[in-house]
């Protein structure tokens, strides 16, 4: 999902960074679509955000007055129309028009072509086991397959990117298990729907639907449960209850990377030679196009165009 400001609110700093990857998302897809031939498919359809109860309602209220361009909805009737599908009994809707959808693994594979296309090695199969530090910098990274040097080192190692050994800091990223289920329904949504933390997102070119995800601090676990899983497909059915008779395609299980207080950590580092892009937990897909703009510019020499103190992995020193 490209979610900029729901749920709302969010830390000042990661708004900053939603808008402008929002901003940069149009010419991002079309520089891909250029470069490989692949449409990586936004959906412009928005999104509707519900709620079950009169707590929930409440809450939308209240988002409506805070995230720009939101709609709510008066009632029954308005959401119906909107969204025919949708579980009778809801107490709310508000509709952001902004929030669109992506298909992350369009975008991966684009990406992987265009970067090989552009010159870039993958090195596929090969595991890194620490960092190269000399003289007070990093020179690179050792792996099983000898060590790779470089001017400058990107971490960008989701989940796991506080788990090389070799720097004298820390940075404090943890995994965030998601599990998520692929259905095949006889009746597609024709909009993102969510509900706190569960989201339907429609993959009309699969004629599939994503339903997640479970948010759960169970470490580097990634099974399927029955639990999560259940929790998921009892919640989608309320809310859309053509799911009832869909078909299970697949689990599957994501951990996304989180931070103590869940702002990306982005740029340079105490060490020479070492630019960190991890941390941005839910909004990893989004805030793809910024991250790589910001740490492309620093390892260039340019402004990164916002200013980097909120994002230092130095704020976490005591």
Known sequence: ???????????????????????????FAAELLSETGHDIGINRAGTLALATDE???????????IIKGSRQLGGEDAWLAMEPGLGRGLKGALFLPDDHSIDPVRVCAALLLAA????????????????????????????????LRARWTVNAGGSWAGQLPGLPFTVPVHPVKGQLVHLKPSRMP?????????YMVPRVREGRVILGATVEETGYDVRPTAGGID???????????????????EMRVGLRPG????????????????????????????????ISDIVSRLAAGEDPGVPMAPYSVTRFRT
């Open 1 to 27: 999902m490209l979610e900029v400001h729901f749920p709302a609110p969010i830390p000042p700093a990661l708004a900053v960074l939603c808008e402008r990857s929002r901003a940069l998302y149009d010419g």
């Open 55 to 65: 707590a929930e309602r409440a809450d939308l209220v209240a988002q409506a007055a």
């Open 259 to 290: 931070t103590p207080d869940g702002i990306p950590i982005l740029g340079k580092t105490p060490l020479d030679g070492l630019l960190l892009a991890s941390g941005p937990f839910r909004k990893g897909i989004l805030l793809a196009p910024v």
């Open 190 to 198: 024709g909009h993102v729907l969510q509900v706190k933390t569960l």
């Open 116 to 147: 090989e296309r552009a010159g870039v090695r993958v090195m596929r199969g090969v595991t890194a086991n620490g960092w190269l530090v000399e003289g007070g910098r990093v020179a690179g990274l050792g792996t099983d397959a000898g060590p």
């Open 231 to 249: 929790q998921l497909l009892q919640g989608g059915i309320r809310l859309f209850p053509d799911l009832a008779d869909a078909g299970i395609v």
